[in-house]
């Protein structure tokens, strides 16, 4: 039987309308009394921003038979590392004392790419050797290995899309970041997250804040779109639940 993807588009139009709804809610409650930076950091920060994601993930795994009660998104989100004694994911599915899958909703607005973009990067590389350490290492008792996502929501904006100089006082870096933007450098993160195995499934999405408030997303790359990533997610659920 094949994967069900039931109106994919739409659900991931609303998590995007959902993400930015959520900043400006947040931006709004701290707006009295607050600076404006501290304010913007606030609306970045609430926690809450990315719950359209978890939404999204819930019916796409529900429609394909997982009962719901196995979806963790509020609580229970912690799971053994190798290098760390947990990490708190934002999507765990455990069925029946077995790890069927782990998934990262993570997103960057701008004005500060910098930073941002190469922390994001140790998380996600950290993250993933963490993991597959951990399962080498049988943290997760008998289950079969799991299937790891990371999504990334990116703004699109001038300064995401501005191309970036790269210092190499000693040695050059490899070409393919000579005159890139921040918006290509996720472009190559998030591939090559898949392609070192260490997630099984990267989804890449931007969209301008104005745009983003009816849902409009673009995809930058096939490779690294959200029908893909749901089918793989679908794929393995499936195939995990007819094993059983």
Same mark, same amino acid.
């Given at each position: 039987?094949?994967?069900?993807?039931?109106?994919?588009?739409?659900?991931?139009?609303?998590?995007?309308?959902?993400?930015?709804?959520?900043?400006?809610?947040?931006?709004?409650?701290?707006?009295?009394?607050?600076?404006?930076?501290?304010?913007?950091?606030?609306?970045?920060?609430?926690?809450?921003?990315?719950?359209?994601?978890?939404?999204?993930?819930?019916?796409?795994?529900?429609?394909?038979?997982? +009962?719901?009660?196995?979806?963790?998104?509020?609580?229970? #989100? /912690?799971?053994?590392?190798?290098? !760390?004694? =947990?990490?708190?994911? %934002?999507?765990?599915?455990?069925?029946?004392?077995?790890?069927?899958?782990?998934?990262?909703?993570?997103?960057?607005?701008?004005?500060?790419?910098?930073?941002?973009?190469?922390?994001?990067?140790?998380?996600?590389?950290?993250?993933?050797?963490?993991?597959?350490?951990?399962?080498?290492?049988?943290?997760?008792?008998?289950? +079969?290995?799991?299937?790891?996502?990371?999504?990334?929501? #990116? /703004?699109?904006?001038?300064?995401? !899309?501005? =191309?970036?100089?790269? %210092?190499?006082?000693?040695?050059?870096?490899?070409?393919?970041?000579?005159?890139?933007?921040?918006?290509?450098?996720?472009?190559?993160?998030?591939?090559?997250?898949?392609?070192?195995?260490?997630?099984?499934?990267?989804?890449?999405?931007?969209?301008?804040?104005?745009?983003?408030?009816?849902?409009?997303?673009?995809?930058?790359?096939?490779?690294?779109?959200?029908?893909?990533?749901?089918?793989?997610?679908?794929?393995?659920?499936?195939?995990?639940?007819?094993?059983?």
């Amino acid at each position: 039987m094949g994967v069900i993807l039931t109106d994919y588009e739409r659900r991931t139009r609303r998590a995007v309308a959902h993400y930015w709804q959520t900043l400006s809610d947040q931006a709004s409650r701290q707006a009295q009394g607050d600076s404006a930076d501290r304010g913007r950091r606030s609306a970045v920060t609430g926690g809450k921003q990315m719950d359209g994601f978890c939404h999204l993930i819930n019916e796409l795994l529900t429609d394909n038979g997982l +009962p719901e009660a196995h979806i963790y998104t509020d609580q229970k #989100l /912690e799971l053994p590392g190798y290098f !760390r004694p =947990t990490k708190r994911w %934002d999507m765990v599915v455990v069925f029946e004392g077995k790890l069927v899958a782990a998934l990262e909703f993570k997103s960057q607005r701008g004005p500060s790419f910098g930073n941002n973009f190469n922390n994001r990067s140790e998380e996600a590389i950290g993250t993933g050797k963490d993991m597959e350490t951990a399962f080498r290492e049988k943290a997760f008792r008998d289950s +079969p290995r799991p299937w790891l996502g990371w999504l990334m929501l #990116l /703004e699109d904006c001038p300064a995401s !899309r501005r =191309t970036v100089k790269v %210092d190499e006082p000693h040695f050059d870096v490899f070409p393919e970041f000579w005159n890139t933007s921040y918006a290509q450098r996720y472009e190559f993160l998030l591939r090559k997250l898949v392609l070192e195995k260490l997630f099984d499934s990267a989804a890449f999405l931007m969209c301008t804040e104005e745009q983003g408030q009816t849902g409009h997303y673009t995809e930058p790359a096939r490779d690294l779109g959200i029908k893909q990533f749901l089918a793989g997610l679908g794929a393995h659920v499936g195939k995990f639940l007819a094993s059983l």
